[in-house]
Nanobody
């Protein structure tokens, strides 16, 4: 499967962005999809995940209440709506697909395919 992340940009603190993860080669609705981010000099960290079928959603504590992950099965895409952005949200954001079940949705090693990343920069 090939993943294409898009929607990043330069915004001010308090603004919103919606990132999109488009897939080709597989139907995203059949798999768990997650967003991770990586800031300069830091490890890649979990942001949000949605299980196959679009049921359960999981969020990092740092984004809970501000970010929302969703699916558009007709377009074979997964989105993350990011509201009330903060300077500390600045990072490259990656979408990832997990082919097999795992309860460790926050662990990047559990994911099999990754998009190329999209830069989000939030100025304070």
């Amino acid at each position: 499967v090939q993943l294409q992340a898009s929607g990043g940009g330069l915004v001010q603190a308090g603004d919103s962005l919606r990132l999109s993860c488009a897939a080709s080669g597989r139907t995203l609705s059949s798999y768990a999809v997650a967003w991770f981010r990586q800031a300069p000099g830091k490890d890649r960290e979990f942001v949000a995940a949605i299980r196959n079928g679009g049921g359960m959603r999981y969020y990092a504590d740092s984004v809970k209440g501000r970010f929302a992950i969703s699916r558009d099965n007709a377009r074979n895409r997964v989105y993350v709506q990011m509201n009330s952005l903060k300077a500390e949200d600045t990072a490259v954001y990656y979408c990832a697909v997990r082919l097999y079940h795992s309860v460790q949705y926050y662990d990047p090693k559990q994911y099999d395919y990754w998009g190329q990343g999209t830069q989000v920069t939030v100025s304070s």
